[in-house]
């Protein structure tokens, strides 16, 4: 087992952190900025960007001003961001939020000084790396002068943790890159790894959490002004199907778009979705019902702009369309494209919003009281978010499923391989809908066997 740092991480050039920032980027910030050799790189990489950057040394300051167009001595933990420019479309934080007492009130300031289409590109270590479980279970936290376990630090972050923290100060995160290292075959490494199988963990998403070092993260700025447009606000329950306690308690039940909007939380045990969906409803004090999975984290303003969104719905008359979080839509020449704001594990989907939608994830799906479509016991946990556009399209003559702009957090433990169950679904499907020579959903396109015969 490796748990030595790259070279070129701890040099003052961090090469990946460089290679992640946009190459269109003209006004940055570089919160930690030290010596401005990143800044200073960028600078004779694209000669017309500006760059500012912040630093706590003074000395640091000094020998960063030759070379940018401004430096300033800040306490990042006793800051006032008004003292800046602002209009930033690009700030860079290389290892810093884990040197911060409070994170989330910078990502804010950052929020309010920085452009609409602004990024944020950052660099962070990952606490869960084997090297750190090591020390765990050994009993010996002791601090290192750098590393992950550096004595500086006051902050500590996983990829899961760490998206959670961007979501809630409305930055949309997608890992661009990371430093890994190889897991060395040794008794520890592999008694870690059946300790995370116990855990209901494939064996590629433990290794993939064990074996990065540092994430190179890529946020984009989430539009919180619709937060604040006049319309109907509806009230919804949520309902949560739950196998994995300890996933449903670090996620979906304490989301705070969920609490902020007095969300009603329903936990059940089902054997499938559409008894998990009966067993909610009975308890539901609200017309509107989400059924989600227990891995979904609503973040901080998602709860307001889910209110907003239904009530306008309701409004519109289309409250017995079903409502998705991402999907597929389908335009009237009959292309299709994904629509839909998710985190999906460690990556950003963010797409417009539809009203024309074919298939929509089962990860989080609205139904409204007095909707007639039902969700099919038959499909057992896969497709039925598909099944209820079909239900919705047949009954009208066109695609109605209507996919929000409501960014969420599929934080699944999953490593993307369909299991069997899903294959008896989609025969299912098919099988419910004779007339079609095939379904389109977002694992790919389900055809009939003998479509091709036939054709």
Not at 417 to 427: I, L, Q, T
Request: hydrophobic fraction near 45%; proline fraction near 6%.
């Amino acid at each position: 087992m490796n748990s030595a740092a790259p070279a070129n991480y701890y040099d003052g050039l961090n090469q990946k952190l460089l290679d992640a920032i946009p190459t269109g980027a003209r006004k940055v910030l570089e919160l930690g900025c030290a010596n401005g050799r990143l800044g200073r790189r960028f600078k004779e990489l694209h000669p017309g960007a500006q760059w500012h950057g912040i630093d706590l040394s003074a000395e640091a300051v000094a020998t960063a001003a030759p070379h940018l167009d401004s430096a300033l001595r800040m306490d990042l933990d006793h800051a006032d961001f008004s003292v800046l420019e602002g209009g930033y479309d690009t700030i860079v934080i290389g290892d810093l939020l884990e040197h911060l007492r409070d994170p989330a009130q910078v990502l804010d300031a950052l929020y309010d000084i920085s452009a609409d289409d602004a990024r944020i590109v950052c660099c962070v270590p990952n606490m869960a790396h084997i090297s750190v479980i090591q020390r765990m279970l050994s009993g010996d936290l002791s601090y290192d002068p750098n590393g992950l376990l550096d004595q500086t630090h006051v902050r500590f972050f996983s990829p899961p943790s760490l998206f959670k923290l961007f979501l809630d100060s409305a930055w949309l995160p997608h890992l661009q890159d990371q430093y890994r290292f190889d897991l060395t075959p040794s008794p520890f490494v592999t008694h870690v790894l059946k300790a995370a199988e116990a855990l209901g963990l494939p064996l590629q998403t433990a290794v993939r959490n064990l074996d990065c070092y540092q994430m190179i993260v890529v946020a984009a700025k989430w539009p919180m002004q619709q937060l604040i447009k006049p319309g109907k606000r509806a009230q919804f329950s949520v309902i949560v199907p739950v196998n994995r306690i300890w996933q449903a308690e670090l996620n979906i039940a304490r989301s705070p778009g969920l609490i902020e909007a007095a969300a009603q939380l329903i936990l059940v045990e089902a054997d499938s979705a559409a008894e998990a969906y009966a067993k909610g409803a009975a308890q539901a004090r609200h017309p509107w019902r989400v059924l989600a999975h227990q891995d979904v984290y609503f973040p901080r303003g998602t709860g307001y702009a889910l209110s907003l969104q239904l009530g306008a719905l309701e409004e519109a008359g289309l409250a017995g369309a079903p409502v998705g979080f991402v999907g597929l839509s389908q335009a009237a020449d009959g292309s299709r494209s994904h629509s839909g704001v998710v985190v999906d594990r460690r990556h950003l989907l963010r797409n417009p919003p539809t009203q024309s939608g074919i298939t929509i994830d089962e990860l989080a799906v609205c139904l409204h009281a007095k909707s007639k479509l039902a969700i099919d016991p038959h499909l057992g946990w896969h497709l039925w978010g598909t099944d209820l556009c079909l239900q919705a399209e047949e009954r009208v003559g066109q695609p109605i499923a209507q996919i929000l702009d409501v960014p969420v957090f599929h934080n699944s433990v999953g490593d993307y391989d369909v299991p069997p169950a899903f294959h008896e679904s989609a025969r299912v499907l098919l099988a419910k809908y004779p007339h079609r020579a095939s379904v389109v959903t977002l694992m790919g396109e389900l055809v009939r066997k003998n479509a091709a015969k036939a054709a």
